[in-house]
């Protein structure tokens, strides 16, 4: 057995925290996106909008005038006075009907759905890791490393459906916003994708029998895992 393999199963393993971390910090958290919509007058006060999965958040912003190329509400880190409320189809009865005209009820569903999966996935996984550092059971590190290739399959999904979303909710005539950008916990997700994915596929390898070093060694040959 190669005396490394323990050690490379727990720095990669180590690295597939931190993804799981950034994952659950983007599934649960409201920063996804963040809508500005067209200032028709300043010295007042306008609406900017974040949202993530599940709840959408409305700032109310006090604009004074602006430069010239700068046409919309915010920034959303400006003070002000801050109101949060779950989407209407997960909570029913919760208003949240500017977001309700302009989006697709499907798409956000389906964003949050996948999501889950994702985080289901992850957890499975760290189970089936952790399991295999009792009694040697090497071979559950196989399916852990599928699980967390899955995880980062499904949450760079969920990112393509919420990205398609806002794209849609921008481009209807009834909207009211203008101008959109991804924030921190779009962030998250985007960088669970890359590390859940590689270290799955990583974990994979490191799993797998080793091969013959020498043209004349057979699989016979090499040295049995225990």
């Known amino acids: 057995m190669d005396d490394s393999k323990p050690l490379k199963v727990r720095l990669t393993f180590s690295v597939i925290l931190v993804g799981v971390s950034l994952l659950f910090a983007a599934v649960v958290t409201d920063h996804w996106a963040v809508l500005s ?3 028709e007058e300043y010295n007042a006060t306008c609406e900017a909008a974040h949202f993530g999965l599940w709840r959408l958040c409305i700032k109310r912003i006090f604009m004074q005038e602006q430069g010239p190329k700068e046409k919309g509400c915010g920034p959303i880190s400006l003070p002000g006075e801050h109101n949060c409320s779950y ?3 997960f909570t029913p009865g919760q ?6 005209v302009t989006t697709q009820k499907e798409y956000s569903i389906s964003a949050a759905a996948i ?3 994702s985080v289901g996935f992850a957890i499975i996984g760290t189970i089936c890791v952790l399991l295999s550092f009792r009694k040697k059971r090497d071979y559950l590190l196989k399916p852990a490393s599928m699980f967390y290739t899955f995880a980062g399959l499904c ?4 990112v393509e459906v919420m990205r398609q979303s806002v794209k849609r909710m921008i481009d209807s005539e009834e909207t009211v916003w203008i101008e959109y950008s991804y924030s921190w916990s779009f962030a998250c997700a985007c960088a669970s994708f890359v590390l859940l994915f590689i ?4 974990l994979l390898l490191i799993a797998l029998p080793r091969f013959p070093q020498n043209p004349w060694e ?3 040959d090499a040295e049995p895992e225990h």
């Open 218 to 220: 057979t699989c016979m």
């Open 199 to 202: 270290c799955g596929i990583a």
């Open 155 to 158: 949450i760079i999904i969920s």
């Open 87 to 89: 989407f209407k189809h």
């Open 95 to 100: 208003s949240s009907e500017i977001f309700e």
């Open 115 to 117: 999501a889950i999966f």
């Open 37 to 39: 919509p067209k200032v």
